[in-house]
């Protein structure tokens, strides 16, 4: 039976979500499915990327026309009337499907209640690894989180990613698969599809010694490229700012000590930011603490970057994966918590650097160790299934949830 009623998809962060979603939305316009985007990016104070939906011709509806102020009171104030909007949207649209890429914070959370009660299926489709089993939230957020539900009706409570409550899940591999069901969800309604996002990993090809790449970066042919792929963990309340900063200083200082010995003068970093982190900051960061001439911010396509670099370095970030699925080797940073939840260390997908020792040791192993990056890149695969068949299967569970058909 044909979907009569268009799919409801809702996105909160234009970059990410989009880049898991846009290929998935393409085919089913292709396939003749009605659908429409609602861009809640404002309600979390950032900006919607609408130009990738106009191109193409996906319907898209911005909930709010700028994002809302910082203050948490402030914020407050003005989302509430949202979460109305949201509500009568979701009334008048009657969608055949709600598909959601978090089901547990505002404003996502709205629109599977408001499912719920109309009797709407629901999707989730994994959108990162989470941290929900290992990471309590600080008592500050967790009052926060309280009072903006009993007051606000604008929160999820203290509930984990997948205990939202929808119908259907999309799992990015056997690993999240395994998280899902901890956490409390039926096994029978977990299907694995992979991420979109990784389809193009199939067709990307490595340079490590790219001389287009590092003259655009400004670097010297034989420059050893290492990736640093930051992410706002302080924000994500990992750690305080206060560490991330001086765990930064630290690393800095110990590429400067190993460029000053034999073999390493070229050493350079590349910082690769998250959206979350202002490159203009960290640029002065980087020139309060003197290492400007051996570490720069790169503000370039990832995999371009990645594929060119000798070896990257995180905190914690799925960009890390997408290092090592590039078969680029891979170091995590370590810190005073845990940062590797996921066992990429144990499972063979990243090296643990904890001491300045610990750096050499590990970009030795990547001039030394020919199939380093190989074996990072097998590992990778326990996490993500489907690699540049992803789009095609998010699409098809897409279509049966819509059309109330038991997934395949």
């Not at 209640?113 to 989730?124: G, N």
């Not at 309280?146 to 205990?163: C, N, P, T, V």
Request: proline residues 6%; contains cysteine.
């Amino acid at each position: 039976m044909p979907i009569q009623n268009p799919v409801l998809f809702e996105i909160t962060a234009s970059d990410s979500h989009l880049a898991i979603l846009l290929p998935v939305l393409k085919i089913l316009r292709e396939r003749g499915v009605p659908l429409i985007l609602f861009s809640d990016c404002e309600i979390l104070r950032t900006e919607s990327r609408l130009a990738p939906l106009e191109q193409a011709s996906i319907p898209y509806l911005q909930m709010a026309p700028r994002p809302l102020p910082g203050p948490d009171l402030d914020w407050e104030l003005e989302a509430v009337p949202l979460r109305a909007r949201i509500l009568a949207e979701v009334s008048r649209l009657q969608p055949s499907a709600v598909i959601v890429l978090n089901d547990r914070n505002f404003p996502s959370n709205i629109y599977l209640q408001q499912a719920r009660r109309m009797q709407i299926p629901t999707l989730l489709v994994q959108e990162s690894l989470r941290k929900d089993l290992f990471q309590e939230p600080t008592l500050r957020k967790k009052i926060f989180r309280w009072r903006r539900k009993i007051l606000f009706g604008i929160e999820g409570g203290l509930r984990k990613y997948g205990q939202g409550h929808c119908d259907w899940y999309a799992a990015w591999g056997q690993t999240s698969v395994e998280y899902f069901q901890k956490v409390g969800v039926p096994a029978s309604r977990i299907r694995v599809t992979g991420n979109p996002r990784f389809d193009q990993l199939a067709s990307v090809h490595s340079d490590r010694s790219s001389p287009a790449l590092r003259a655009g970066l400004g670097l010297a042919p034989q420059a050893f490229l290492l990736t640093f792929l930051s992410s706002p963990i302080e924000k994500m309340l990992l750690v305080s700012a206060q560490e991330k900063e001086q765990a930064l200083a630290h690393f800095l200082e110990w590429v400067r000590a190993l460029r000053a010995k034999p073999g390493w003068a070229e050493l350079t970093v590349v910082f690769k930011l998250h959206r979350g982190e202002s490159a203009e900051r960290f640029r002065d960061f980087l020139q309060a603490r003197q290492a400007s001439e051996f570490a720069r911010v790169a503000q370039m396509d990832l995999y371009t970057l990645l594929s060119g670099s000798q070896a990257a370095l995180m905190f914690s970030t799925t960009a890390g994966l997408e290092a090592a699925l590039l078969g680029t080797p891979l170091g995590i940073l370590e810190l005073s918590k845990p940062l590797d939840d996921w066992d990429l260390v144990g499972r063979g997908v990243a090296s643990p650097v904890a001491r300045p020792e610990d750096l050499q040791a590990f970009l030795e192993n990547v001039r030394q160790v020919g199939d380093l990056g190989t074996r990072a890149r097998q590992a990778a695969h326990s996490y993500f299934a489907h690699i540049g068949e992803a789009s095609q299967l998010v699409a098809s569970l897409v279509e049966q949830v819509a059309a109330r058909v038991t997934p395949q």
